[in-house]
């Protein structure tokens, strides 16, 4: 199939990336090196693999669309090595892309409509991950750097600053992509923490409250964790029932957490 005869597939929440400047951004921002592993997720029709291929030699990259394998192999001919996998991002299991080598770097542009359960999912992976810069829509890069107390502030927000260091890059305009998304993007980079920056007696335990907490977001802790704690439990680890989940940083989730058990 040809790039022309390949039209992008709503299904897929496919956007495919095309302005130079945004791929040149992009690419200093990540400043791949030869000898890295770099992992790319959505490749799409290769406008950030081949940059990748060239300044690295070598490239793995997970597409869930079966169409366009043979034609990024053809156009990445004679460049470096892709290994192209032809899977769902979202069930993946990137550690065995590491096997016994340096911690991968991911790259992708994303598709909104798997964005926030994708980025859960590698959750579950980072401690082989070094970093990840992706493209997704600017409202979900807003709630993965959000603070205690702004509207965006969420699940997704506490779970990826207790794992990562969050970078907001720079802000991409619909145009840059065809079709045109109907909302703005943004370029985040994620670099894991080399240690916790709370302490957390069991993380599943932490999720499982962080989830609790903001699954109704409008009631108040001693609604929302009553099953798990009751006002008593969590006036003791310091925090006021009457609280809302927005308000609380990571900290205070960490001695919610900390006092069940």
Known sequence: MSEAAHRPRKRFG???????????????AIRPLP???????GPGLGALTIPLLQAAGELDAVEL?????????ARCQGIGTLRLYQADALTFNFATLRGAGPRLRMVG?????IATPLLFHLL??????????FMLQREVAERMAASPGDAA????????QYRCRVESLFTVEPGAFQPPPKVQSAVVRLVPCEASPVAVRDEACFADVVRRAFAQRRKTLRNSL????????????GIEPGARPETLDLAAFAALSNAIG
Request: charged share 20%; glycine share 4%.
């Open 226 to 237: 009553r099953e798990v704690l009751d006002a008593a439990q969590i006036k003791a680890a």
């Open 14 to 28: 496919q956007h495919f990336l095309h302005d130079p400047g945004v791929i040149d951004q992009i690419m200093a």
């Open 35 to 41: 000898g890295q592993r770099l992992v790319e997720i």
């Open 153 to 160: 502030y969420g699940r997704l927000s506490v779970m990826i």
């Open 124 to 133: 579950t992976q980072v401690v082989h991950l070094h970093d990840l810069h």
């Open 65 to 73: 669309d079966r169409d366009l394998p043979e034609l990024l192999q």
């Open 109 to 113: 542009n994303l598709p909104y409509n």
